[in-house]
């Protein structure tokens, strides 16, 4: 039944990591000999509304979920997967938009590596922050619901005002949720890199490609690149080639439709080596005079602008480039230790 297999992907979302594969093939085959059992009682299938009638008297997922958690400490099972959401919900977004105040706040006040490593140092004691915060809230909601149920109730909405049918679909997959790229796709990924790569080669001749009608006004303009951006350009040049490469040799030898999470966590790696070669400029000028000694005191403000606008914008994209990358990282890493887990049961 497909309503069935959303309805468990949804529980799965909510389930101790370690432990879901086998959790979830244990409640499937509860519920399909529940199923069954119905639909011989009834001589029929359920029909759709029978069938989400059957899975709201079972319960809402986190609700079905919360009886595989152990019991917590501060926090019990009926509570912990609802917390355990938030927390990691409030952890990731608090880190992004406090790489994005630090970067800005570096920019603005106190550009320098020090700056940069003083921000750094400061994450741990901001997320340990977050999560004392959701902690201690949790943990009184867990306090006042144990002694006063009928004022205080679990924050888990009732199974009556949730409806199975609105579950998300379930994707036929290959690598966890991803739908198989098809042939075309592939071809389609190749041909169109092979195009931008050309592009990429054809911009320092014609930069027309990419300002438009604006490239008319750099050539009268009294600024001009810093010798950064073409080590810069090469960097980028470089690493579309290597990707296309890449395409081109999964496409050859038919691995075109195979996870490609390493290839994918080691692009992103490589693609934080431009980025990170910008913040080697010295003042971080990735913008200079044509005649500084003409232009400076007419232009000078406006250099330190640009110049700063565009540090602003390199350590917000080195952030996210970075943050992508762990995500990446510890995935792949999850998904080890879950297969060794397995393997040693």
């Not at 958690?69 to 927390?87: D, E, K, N, R, S």
């Not at 940069?116 to 901001?126: F, K």
């Not at 000028?285 to 003409?294: C, D, E, G, S």
Request: net charge positive; charged share 15%; aromatic share 12%.
């Amino acid at each position: 039944m497909e309503l069935l297999d959303r309805y468990l992907e949804a529980v799965r979302k909510h389930l101790p990591w370690e432990r879901q594969d086998d959790i979830i093939a244990e409640l499937r085959a509860n519920l399909e000999a529940q199923l069954e059992d119905k639909e011989a009682e009834l001589g029929r299938p359920l029909t759709a509304g029978e069938a989400e009638d059957w899975l709201k008297q079972i319960g809402q997922p986190i609700q079905v979920a919360a009886r595989y958690w152990p019991q917590q400490y501060l926090i019990g099972p009926a509570v912990f997967p609802t917390y355990w959401f938030v927390l990691r919900l409030a952890v990731f977004w608090v880190t992004v938009l406090y790489l994005i105040g630090a970067a800005i706040q570096i920019a603005v006040r106190t550009p320098g590596g020090t700056a940069v490593v003083e921000a750094v140092l400061r994450v741990p004691s901001v997320l340990l922050s977050t999560a004392a915060a959701v902690t201690l809230i949790f943990a009184v909601i867990e306090f006042v619901s144990a002694r006063y149920p009928g004022k205080w109730p679990v924050p888990v909405a009732p199974s009556g005002d949730w409806t199975p049918s609105l579950l998300p679909p379930v994707a036929k997959d290959i690598a966890h949720g991803k739908k198989p790229r098809s042939y075309a796709s592939a071809v389609a990924e190749v041909i169109f890199g092979f195009v931008f790569l050309v592009w990429l080669l054809l911009l320092p001749h014609y930069p027309y490609l990419l300002l438009g009608p604006g490239a008319a006004y750099v050539q009268v303009s009294p600024f001009q690149l810093a010798p950064v951006w073409f080590s810069f350009y090469w960097c980028v040049v470089g690493l579309n080639m290597l990707q296309l490469g890449w395409h081109f040799y999964d496409l050859l030898h038919g691995s075109w439709q195979g996870p490609r999470r390493a290839q994918r966590s080691t692009m992103q790696a490589l693609g934080l080596i431009p980025l990170l070669l910008l913040f080697t400029v010295r003042d971080h000028a990735w913008v200079m005079l044509k005649h500084p000694a003409l232009d400076q005191a007419r232009y000078g403000a406006a250099l330190d602008g640009i110049n700063k606008g565009i540090y602003i914008a390199a350590l917000f994209i080195c952030a996210i480039a970075v943050l992508q990358l762990l995500w990446e990282v510890g995935r792949m890493g999850l998904n080890v230790y879950r297969k060794r887990a397995a393997a040693m049961r």
